[in-house]
């Protein structure tokens, strides 16, 4: 499970990292994590993790719950990826935040940092209402 989540980290790198991506706005991004297919590959991704964290998984080899479904490429740098299964991955919020607070140290700008930290409020939004369903 841990190699499997590590494998797939490095797989979504290389057929994202490269590619100059649509930008979307914020608005067909919100609209995004309010569709159809959002919902549903967010319901087929925390299967296949067993509603485990990834992340968690991959840098101490511990399970524990998680109920965010992350974008190991950032939506906003890989449009197409969005609703890759291969590009998402279940991490709990603590880790959700981590990843994203490192990311935005290390490669972003102060204004991209603070869309980063938009998202991953959005996204936990978006989850929270999805777990009500
Ligand atoms: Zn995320």
Known sequence: MQQ???NRRKKAFDKYRHTNSYQPS?????AFYRSRE????RRKVINR???FDQVE???FGRLIDGNTVHHIVPLREA???RADVDNLEVVS???HNREHIEKGNKQLNGK???IEELKVVTEVVSNDKTEEL
């Open 38 to 41: 959002w919902l549903s590959v």
């Open 112 to 114: 991209r940092k603070r």
């Open 57 to 59: 998984l991959v840098d």
């Open 79 to 81: 449009w197409e990826g």
């Open 49 to 51: 993790d067993h509603g």
């Open 93 to 95: 919020p603590a880790n």
């Open 26 to 30: 914020e608005k067909e991004v919100q």
């Open 4 to 6: 499997t989540a590590i």
